[in-house]
């Protein structure tokens, strides 16, 4: 064979590769269409999105990568104050009720969706009536819980919805009396329904919606449309782009244009940019970038910190699974022999802000110093902890390693080591997955890593789906009749003043049993790009575009 | 020669359906519960875990798993991650941006380690040889998360030459500095390659001849010798591209490339089977491709090996 004639095959078959590489990526690029108008007037800002895990709907979406999509892009019932986390009336007129069971919501008339349709009762009953209805696979179906009727609504134990579909679709509590009025009959008393009627799930959907017939409402996933201040106009695997809605009727509208979200895989590549002033904003560090307040250095004037509702703490794990832990005193111990103060100063550079309670600080109802076994007393709990007989083998604190744990955790367990004299190692589970698989099935000895970002700023947030008897958060099988009889009492009075108090009461139960050692609450860091002149980040960590002010 | 292309191509159907039922068994292997960490920090809700098991048929055997993918694959249907995208969808956008780099990341290679290894093999002995040496030995001994971070904050940041990181459009200036650091270690072995191949040939008989016939010496290298030379480095590079394909995983998570190392690194933490195997296979089928090019390529660098 001639050489060219060889050359020639060559290329034949180089050819064949090309033709592999493209049926491996098949041209279709994203169009990138930039909405023109460059020296228009049109102002825009970009902040670091991430991958949401799930289809942007209301109810699939429970993490921030989505969140914060669909925080700017829907208007729910309730508002909750960027700055303070207070609810304040939004889409409604007004939600009341006798008895803390039976609500009447009423609509304001002539609030619209980015379609131009007003948002009418039924789009609200329709919505979650779609969203708790099983075969429909929403991860935030149980929101829906506390209204009557949701158990008709679940497929049978199996999962399996075609086998054993729901008895009913739709729930018996919700009510339309007209265009503009809803009632909602909740399982049992529930004070705080309105607090909680501001979280995501509970986003009203325009009729548009249910005429989408595609599976799991994926063409109307692909571009949402909702009723908040900023509509969803592109979604691709690499970047969300949001337009302000000019028809917008509510009281919190955004200040620019346009909002981009482009897709960051990783949070350094993310801060580099902001640095670089490429992106605007940045909502969260990486844990290096904390490390002697480098951050600020990094960005001099261009940076923010806002105390979040976020609560992290340490598991201790139930006495059937460890029972060294099962003496009290023992517990008692643990906690306070961790100096608390000197970890956030020394590891986090201030940057968390020392635990005295298990609620957050951003909530109404929050006491400070419901914690008295989180006072640093080196001595007391050596006494404590010699009471109680001393710790067998060695203590295991479990973190999971994919989120920067590793350094507080070992400092816990140094002080440990010290002030107590026990042996304490840290575990390192390869990603948060795997810690959670662990907790599920309730493997791990010694104290794991908890966290909990509210829901809704609410103190009943803080407690029962963390420590009430059975409750699907409660992680260390806490169970103590009396602080369940304290909750229910608490969702049944209809002042706040009461329920409070009586959430507090409950609160003060958690000191005398600590099935849970409170560490820290989180600040949030946030840094921006000098085309900002001021931007503020909301109790939810999550940017307030209302607040944003270009340079 | 056609007849041994059939063959080759042919052999790819069952080493891809084997890698793709290696593949899918590993990761079902893997421990760990795939709803654990899809509800932040809480368990999902039963109905939930029931519901997402039953979607994508988690609660099924393995092989009836592998069975129902094989039968989509067969209807060119990748099947869904669980991020609820189409992987076909997500490989159509994610692949031509790794190719690109990748292709950034072997042209560099390729010429500059060429360069410096001819460089240094003509020169043996003097400062040039030495002063390659040293230059690869750097490159070899600093991983790339190292390399990568550098680049990044010297001529990004502070010299402000090159993007930071790469946006959705991923065009080539992007993608040129990520596509050096890349190909900045493979870049080393090459030269070292072509240097000591050169150097071993250029005392053969066929070069003193040449010589003795008052060849130009630009013509004895580039001609006789260095031909015979690039066996081993083509060979060499033809692996490194489909290596950096896959591999590039660290250098795209530094400058947020949204590539294919980054579904595959996100696909295995998720334990997602459906989007591991699609990307992968794809991996495999390109890396095959590659294999087969270097093989042709071989018969057209050495005379003496034949495909008939």
Known sequence: MSISKKLALSLASGALLLAGLTACGAGDNPDGVSTGADGAALTSVTVRGCTPQHPLLPASTNEVCGGNVLDASEAKLIHYDADTAAPSLDIAESIESPDAITWTVKLKPGYLFQDGSEVLARNFVDAWNWAAYGPNGQVSAYFFEVIDGYADLQCGESGDCEAEPPAKEAMSGLTVVDDHTFTIKTVSATSNLKVRLGYTAFAPQPDAFFADESEGKADFAAKPIAAGPYTITAVTDTEIVLDRFADYSGDFPGTVDKVTFPVYNDLTAAYQDVVANNLDMTDTLPAGSLVGDLWKSDAPDRWGEKETGVFQALSFAPATVDPGLADIKMRQAISMAVDRDEITKVVFNGARVTATGWVSPVVDGYKAGACSNCVFDPVKAKQLYDEAGGYPGTLDIWVNGDGGHGEWAEAVCNQLVNNLGLACSVQTTPNFATLRDKINNREMTGLYRAGWQMDYPSIENFLAPLYATGAPSNDTDYSNPEFDVLLSQAAAATDDAAANALYQQAEDLLNVDMPVMPLWYQQSQFIYSDRIAQVKMTPFSTFDFGSVELA | ?308
């Open chain 2, 1 to 308: 020669m056609g007849k041994y292309l059939l063959r080759r191509v042919l052999q790819m159907v069952p080493t891809l359906i084997g890698a793709t039922l290696l593949i899918y068994w590993l990761n079902f292997a893997l421990p760990g519960d795939p709803t654990a960490g899809r509800c932040g920090d809480r368990p999902c809700s039963p109905t939930y875990i029931a519901w997402f098991n039953h979607e994508y048929h988690l609660d099924q055997p393995f092989i009836v798993q592998y069975v129902l993918y094989l039968g989509r694959l067969l209807h060119g249907d990748l099947g869904t991650d669980f991020y609820s995208h189409q992987v076909l969808h997500e490989l159509a956008i994610r692949y031509p941006t790794t190719i690109k780099l990748a292709l950034i990341a072997v042209v560099f290679e390729a010429f500059f380690g060429l360069l410096a290894g001819v460089w240094a093999g003509v020169r043996q002995g003097q400062f040039a040889d030495s002063a390659v040496t040293v230059a690869t030995l750097l490159l070899i001994s600093m991983p790339v998360f190292v390399l990568g971070s550098l680049a990044q904050l010297g001529i990004g940041i502070r010299l402000g030459w090159l993007p930071v990181t790469v946006s959705s459009r991923a065009t080539v200036i992007e993608l040129l500095m990520p596509g050096i650091v890349l190909g900045a270690l493979s870049l080393a072995y090459a030269a070292r390659l072509t240097r000591t191949s050169l150097v071993e040939n250029l005392r053969a008989d066929y070069v003193r001849t040449a010589r003795a016939k008052g060849l130009s010496p630009a013509r004895v290298v580039v001609v006789h010798t260095l031909r015979n030379s690039l066996l081993p480095v083509v060979t060499y590079i033809g692996g490194s591209l489909g290596a950096m394909m896959g591999g590039a995983i660290v250098t795209e998570k530094i400058f947020n490339i949204n590539g294919i190392g980054a579904y595959i690194y996100r696909a295995i933490n998720q334990k997602d089977g459906v989007g591991l195997v699609g990307a992968v296979a794809c991996l495999v089928l390109i890396y095959l491709l590659v294999n087969l090019l270097v093989d042709l390529l071989y018969s057209l660098l050495d005379p003496r090996i034949s495909h008939e």
